[in-house]
Structures are given as C-alpha cells and as structure tokens.
C-alpha cells in the first residue's frame, strides 16, 4: 500500500494503472483491451473484487479528466457491469470487506456512494443499482 495514500487499497491502484497499463500502450499490443477484459473478471468475483474494480474504474476517471490517461474505457458499459456486481453483493459491501492481504475496509459501502454521487452529476452514469 503507497504512504500517500489516506485509505485502505489492497494495492496502489493508481501506480498499478499508470505504470503497469498506462506505459504499456506502445509495447502491448490493444493493453486497453486487455486492461478492460481483467476489470470485467474482477466483475465476475466477490464483493472485494467488486470493490477493487470500482477503484479501478475511479481511478481511469480520474486519470482521464487529468488527461494522463493512455487510453480511454467506456464508462457507461463499466457502469452497467459494476452496478450488476454491486447489486448481487449489496449486503456484503454495506459490511466490512477484507482484502487478500488481511486489510479490511468498513465503509466501502459510503465510497461507493461518494464515487457515484461523483459520477451521477459529472457524467450522468451511476453505478448503483
């Protein structure tokens, strides 16, 4: 987990995305496809990838608006698979979720719904069921 960060992730989402994805356009052949097929897998998981694709998709957002973005997901197609996700694991995030790493995290359900007050009034999309 980075120190400057002031929750709790399971890993440095945004590090991860920029340089493990983002500083791969040039050498991995359609890494935006790549990128998304794994963010659809965590999609298909529990409640902590749920969660953990929700950070993902957060952070491409905000990397895109900063213009550091490599490439572009399609957020409303993201939105429609997270909001399925998140419907089947409503009770689980409303509860204490715990990483892989033994890191738990309390109020993912309270991100959740700061992250689509977010995007309900800048782009009009919501990942809430």
Known sequence: ????????????????LV????????????IDKIFSEN???L???????????????????FQEECKK???????????????EGVSHYEQDLKGEIVFYN???KKDSWKSIHNFNNYYLQKYSISILP
């Open 102 to 104: 033994g890191m738990s």
């Open 69 to 83: 973005a490599t490439f572009m997901i399609d957020k409303e197609i993201l939105a429609e698979r997270i909001r």
């Open 1 to 16: 987990m980075s120190r400057f960060t002031s929750d709790v992730f399971p890993t440095d989402i945004n590090a991860v």
């Open 19 to 30: 340089n493990c994805f983002y500083k791969q356009i040039e050498n991995i052949k359609e």
């Open 43 to 61: 999609l298909e998981g529990n409640a902590v990838e749920i969660y953990i694709a929700i950070l993902y998709y957060d952070a491409c957002i």
């Open 39 to 41: 963010i659809n897998k």
